[in-house]
């Protein structure tokens, strides 16, 4: 993994990933204490930042191999991602996800051209499941985060910041990144080391499974606990990846954890002073930044917004245990 | 007006507006049967595009005039444009609000550094007052659309789209403009008369409240019965311009008008297909490019959000009534 593999990737996505813009709020700049600068992936094509580890790896594969087509494993962010990726390729696509997802996930993938194959978490095996596929129809299988187009994909991320922070005056700050298996995180790491190393980035994750930043403070990779039972559901993996970890060892700074409590609050400040939607896991970065200015240092902060796939019973909630409220205060 | 001022002041806006990107989701597409691009003011300083007006007035005034200061009348996207424009000039800023504008947009006004000065509605007379002001302390007045600083700012909008429609090989379409005044609309009918004649404006606004629509078809200025009761307030004017309705008159398509419904279904479909907070007003040109799709032609049409300045409470009626009912239509 280096610089080029990022740049390749950025070559092969120019035209067909949106250069999300670089956003800043004063209202957002006075609860921070610093000036907070903004990376809204969740306007990314699909939703999140996913698309680009999808388009980096479908994109990347030879023409046959492509043909014979995809597979991935996902009920979430990266199955859209390759879905539309591989649509765009004119690559079938077949996603595994679990018969217990949201209705509405499994649409969205079905509507991007990609098969959808459902199991059943209590008495299958996915793994198995996409094993046998896989081998039947010579499917290529693009896993999430521990593959090097994935997070050379991703890491185009940190190729714009880099840009966009220097033309906002910004050489010297943290880049706040939500942080699942560390395909994003890894990717924008390698990435700020060659073109602002200035910039340095630190996973963000939810309190109770931030398995990343006790991995990098361990020394080694530790496992979360639990996986399921959280709101940030987009960005919670067993532990980091085989491949991520390494390079985030390497170039992360310490690892950052925030309540849930704060990630809501951090979505209805991202509606009131942003106009955008973020989804919980999506919102991780911004509540650091917010809430706890104490974990960061130096005048500006970087931060990402991962991606805005949140269901509207769940972004209600979020305005009206915070924007409400908010907007009542300054009455 | 012409050309000319327009990139004057998109030269005077760089580095200070945000870029907005263009935007386009295959679900939307779909609903519209053409290709949908969308160009997202709400993302703009300020949460609108008034930014750009605001902007580019104040940075046109001579320093010495500046220095006095300036006024504007808004209670809403106008008065922070104009605050923010002029907070970051060192210039003083008197915006004039009713007194029963919401707490939150008075709050908001001035922690942009703006003098907010009230008037009783019914008692008194808003001219007199800012007039007398004016006079007194040598402010100079800013418009919120009659003025030609003010439409070339705005009309910096369409030098963007001009040239991200042809990025996006789009070079015949209609541009749908969520219109009050027509600063906005005339603005970017100017800038692509020059930059892409290929490309028509065309102004959207709320039923009941389409004086352009009617002026348009009339080929005279023609008033609104009433300038109150509508969700859509941020766009909601008497009548036409004096210096934006002959602009329109020569260069827009005719215009059209959809429903509060169907400003705030599209308010839902920008939030789960977008992650896009739009205003009602703001969400008027997406709804009559996904719900009237008979009014316009061609494979293509590409659609201005104009703000996204809403409370947190439209904002939920607008999902509990659209978004949700959405998700289970996909179950």
Same mark, same amino acid.
């Given at each position: 993994?280096?610089?080029?593999?990022?740049?390749?990737?950025?070559?092969?996505?120019?035209?067909?990933?949106?250069? =999300?813009?670089? #956003?800043?709020?004063? &209202?957002?700049?006075?609860?921070?204490?610093?000036?907070?600068?903004? %990376?809204?992936?969740?306007?990314?094509?699909?939703?999140?930042? %996913?698309?680009?580890?999808?388009?980096?790896?479908?994109?990347? #594969?030879?023409? /046959?191999? +492509?043909?014979?087509?995809?597979?991935? &494993?996902?009920?979430?962010?990266?199955?859209?991602?390759?879905?539309?990726?591989?649509?765009?390729?004119?690559?079938?696509?077949?996603?595994?996800?679990?018969?217990?997802?949201?209705?509405? %996930?499994? @649409?969205? =993938?079905?509507?991007?051209?990609? @098969?959808?194959?459902?199991?059943? +978490?209590? =008495?299958?095996?996915?793994?198995?499941?996409?094993? *046998?596929?896989?081998?039947?129809?010579?499917?290529?299988?693009?896993?999430?985060?521990?593959?090097?187009?994935?997070?050379?994909?991703? $890491?185009?991320?940190? !190729?714009? !910041?880099?840009?966009?922070?220097? @033309?906002?005056?910004?050489?010297?700050?943290?880049?706040?990144?939500?942080?699942?298996? $560390?395909?994003?995180?890894?990717?924008?790491?390698?990435?700020?080391?060659? *073109?602002?190393? $200035?910039?340095?980035?630190?996973?963000? @994750?939810? /309190?109770? &499974?931030?398995?990343?930043?006790?991995?990098?403070?361990?020394?080694?990779?530790?496992?979360?606990?639990?996986?399921?039972?959280? #709101?940030?559901?987009?960005?919670? =993996?067993?532990?980091?990846?085989?491949?991520?970890?390494?390079?985030?060892? *390497?170039?992360?700074?310490?690892?950052?954890?925030?309540?849930?409590?704060?990630?809501?609050?951090?979505?209805?400040?991202? &509606?009131? *002073?942003? %106009?955008?939607?973020? /989804?919980?896991? $999506?919102?991780?970065? #911004?509540?650091?930044?917010?809430?706890?200015?104490?974990?960061?240092?130096?005048?500006?902060?970087?931060?990402?917004?991962?991606?805005?796939?949140?269901?509207?019973?769940?972004?209600?909630?979020?305005?009206?245990?915070?924007?409400?409220?908010?907007? /009542?205060?300054?009455?």
């Amino acid at each position: 993994m280096n610089i080029d593999m990022i740049e390749a990737a950025a070559g092969r996505l120019a035209g067909h990933a949106l250069r =999300t813009p670089l #956003l800043e709020s004063p &209202f957002l700049n006075r609860i921070a204490g610093r000036r907070v600068l903004i %990376k809204p992936e969740c306007l990314q094509r699909t939703g999140s930042f %996913k698309f680009r580890g999808g388009w980096s790896a479908v994109s990347a #594969l030879d023409p /046959e191999t +492509r043909a014979r087509g995809i597979i991935a &494993f996902s009920s979430g962010n990266h199955a859209q991602g390759v879905a539309m990726a591989a649509q765009a390729h004119g690559a079938p696509a077949v996603i595994v996800m679990p018969a217990d997802a949201p209705a509405i %996930k499994i @649409e969205n =993938t079905r509507a991007l051209g990609a @098969e959808v194959l459902t199991y059943d +978490r209590a =008495t299958e095996d996915r793994d198995a499941i996409g094993a *046998r596929i896989a081998q039947q129809r010579g499917l290529t299988l693009i896993r999430p985060f521990d593959d090097p187009q994935v997070i050379a994909g991703q $890491g185009t991320t940190g !190729i714009e !910041i880099a840009e966009q922070a220097a @033309e906002a005056g910004v050489d010297q700050a943290d880049v706040l990144v939500c942080c699942g298996g $560390g395909g994003l995180t890894s990717g924008i790491a390698l990435a700020l080391e060659a *073109r602002a190393p $200035g910039l340095r980035a630190r996973p963000v @994750e939810p /309190e109770g &499974f931030d398995d990343v930043a006790r991995s990098l403070a361990a020394g080694r990779i530790i496992r979360n606990d639990r996986t399921s039972g959280s #709101l940030c559901d987009a960005i919670i =993996t067993p532990q980091p990846g085989e491949l991520t970890f390494p390079i985030m060892a *390497r170039l992360c700074g310490p690892g950052i954890a925030v309540g849930e409590a704060e990630a809501l609050h951090a979505m209805a400040l991202a &509606f009131s *002073r942003l %106009k955008l939607v973020a /989804e919980p896991g $999506g919102a991780v970065a #911004l509540a650091a930044a917010l809430f706890r200015p104490d974990a960061v240092a130096g005048d500006a902060v970087i931060v990402l917004i991962s991606g805005g796939n949140v269901e509207a019973s769940v972004f209600m909630r979020a305005l009206a245990e915070h924007a409400t409220n908010e907007e /009542e205060q300054t009455r």
